[in-house]
């Protein structure tokens, strides 16, 4: 500490004191979300045109945005800046100089590179990742793609080579760019579900039904949403099938009461909802055609907003408030060990991670009159019940929900009244906006 304070203002020192136990909480949410790993220096080439087809300039360039995106939020790499990149186009193993790309500016421990052209309506890619550093046997992957050529399908390329990428270099874990992300949106007038690639492209209605539709929950398959819609009967949980374009039966949430919050679980044979028939809102659960209805919960006070542990599909954690104040639980999936994981405030809206370590979930630990505190999105380890906020003093925050890789939480954001989808890293850095028009709430993140 001496030699320090001789280098550093003691105001500089009192900060990083301050800041010490931040840095070490974010460790084991860093380390438990596979964001821990020292981050690769990766070089993202732009890729050769090849041929005269006059479509593949327009084509080459939503190749190498989407790519680059991809890559550059992925959590795992350190992008190398286009600025910084050398002069070269390499389009096949032959044409890349390695020394260029490993020294500086660039200084890549890792370089994709490949060429793409358009003939005669096909779209042809070959990508490569070598590694910068091995030039005896520098090549770690090496892909081919021959689709219909077309703008969504140039971007469909890049996210398949991105996620082949991130597989590779991010310790055997899928990729994302290629999910979805649901959500409701009531931008033409109704609370609609509408869908959206996972970086916010795409942006389109799934359902018409032109009444209230909320909290939306796609299936593991990605073939149907639960969701729960108002009618003239009440709210129900109903439900879209993606395959057939319209909604299919699930008698389980058509009866009397209140019937919302439904939640998949991760093997896709069941369904928890809450529900109101029998009184208060409990937890129930359904097979996923509806049926085997049977109830978890039975307690004063409202239960409600069920996720289940995708991991082992033998936990469920919950909001009730049988204690006064919403707060989080988990329990058993027939209903037993019941256990409180929140120790005060105003807990709701839990997303169990798909590691089933950690819970994310919406939080204001300074609710009540005059409090100071704000809506925020936090991330718990189940264990050891550690919590971690990830958002500050930005709107209101709520209804976080995990990426399949546990390294990206998408959350809804609400400022000045206009409610939007964002995105951050699951230790709560680099947040994005995804929507800006209308407003737009309840995202739920594709299973794959």
Request: aromatic residues 8%; charged residues 20%.
């Given at each position: 500490m001496k030699a320090l304070s001789r280098l550093l203002p003691l105001s500089a020192?009192?900060?990083?004191?301050?800041?010490?136990?931040?840095?070490?909480?974010?460790?084991?949410?860093?380390?438990?979300?596979?964001?821990g790993n020292a981050r690769i220096r990766l070089a993202s080439?732009?890729?050769?045109?090849?041929g005269s087809d006059p479509e593949t300039p327009a084509l080459k360039a939503t190749f190498d945005a989407t790519l680059y995106g991809d890559l550059a939020s992925a959590g795992i790499f350190d992008l190398v800046s286009k600025s910084m990149l050398p002069?070269?186009?390499?389009?096949?193993?032959q044409e890349i100089n390695l020394a260029q790309w490993s020294a500086a500016p660039a200084s890549a421990e890792m370089v994709a590179f490949g060429a793409l052209s358009s003939t005669s309506g096909k779209l042809v890619v070959y990508g490569w990742?070598?590694?910068?550093?091995?030039t005896a046997s520098p090549q770690v992957l090496g892909k081919q793609y021959n689709e219909a050529s077309s703008q969504d399908m140039a971007r469909t390329v890049a996210h398949r080579f991105a996620d082949e990428i991130i597989l590779r270099l991010g310790g055997g874990i899928n990729g994302i760019a290629e999910t979805k992300i649901y959500f409701v949106s009531s931008r033409t007038g109704t609370k609609e579900i509408w869908a959206m690639d996972y970086d916010g492209q795409n942006q389109h209605?799934?359902?018409?039904?032109?009444?209230?539709?909320?909290?939306?929950?796609?299936?593991?398959?990605?073939?149907?949403?639960?969701?729960?819609?108002?009618?003239?009967g009440g709210w129900s949980v109903r439900m879209y099938s993606l395959d057939l374009g319209r909604l299919v039966s699930f008698p389980g949430g058509t009866a009397s009461g209140s019937n919302q919050s439904p939640a998949w679980s991760g093997d896709g044979t069941k369904i928890a909802f809450s529900s109101s028939r029998s009184g208060?809102?409990?937890?129930?659960?359904?097979?996923?055609?509806?049926?085997?209805?049977h109830k978890l919960t039975s307690f004063r006070g409202p239960d409600v907003s069920p996720t289940w542990n995708p991991r082992t599909n033998a936990?469920?954690?919950?909001?009730?408030?049988?204690?006064?104040?919403?707060?989080?639980?988990?329990?058993?999936?027939?209903?037993?060990?019941?256990?409180?994981?929140?120790?005060?405030?105003?807990?709701?809206?839990?997303?169990?991670?798909?590691?089933?370590?950690?819970?994310?979930?919406?939080?204001?630990?300074?609710y009540g009159p005059g409090a100071p505190g704000g809506q925020d999105i936090y991330v718990m380890d189940i264990a050891s019940k550690r919590w971690m906020q990830l958002t500050h003093e930005a709107g209101s925050n709520d209804f976080p929900c995990w990426?399949?890789?546990?390294?990206?939480?998408?959350?809804?954001?609400?400022i000045g009244g206009h409610s939007q989808i964002w995105t951050m890293l699951a230790d709560g850095t680099e947040q994005h906006e995804l929507t800006h028009g209308g407003s737009n709430f309840m995202p739920n993140w594709s299973w794959k």
């Open positions: 020192i009192a900060l990083l004191v301050l800041l010490a136990p931040q840095l070490r909480a974010q460790d084991w949410v860093r380390t438990g979300t596979n964001l080439a732009d890729f050769k045109p090849v002069q070269s186009t390499p389009g096949s193993p990742l070598f590694d910068a550093r091995n209605q799934v359902t018409h039904l032109g009444s209230i539709s909320l909290s939306p929950r796609i299936s593991p398959d990605n073939s149907r949403i639960a969701f729960a819609s108002l009618d003239r208060d809102p409990e937890i129930w659960a359904a097979d996923a055609g509806g049926g085997n209805l936990q469920i954690a919950w909001v009730s408030g049988r204690t006064g104040l919403p707060q989080i639980y988990i329990m058993d999936q027939d209903g037993a060990n019941i256990q409180r994981m929140t120790d005060g405030g105003y807990a709701i809206s839990p997303s169990w991670s798909p590691n089933g370590q950690f819970l994310t979930f919406s939080w204001n630990r300074k990426a399949p890789d546990t390294r990206h939480i998408v959350f809804e954001r609400a």
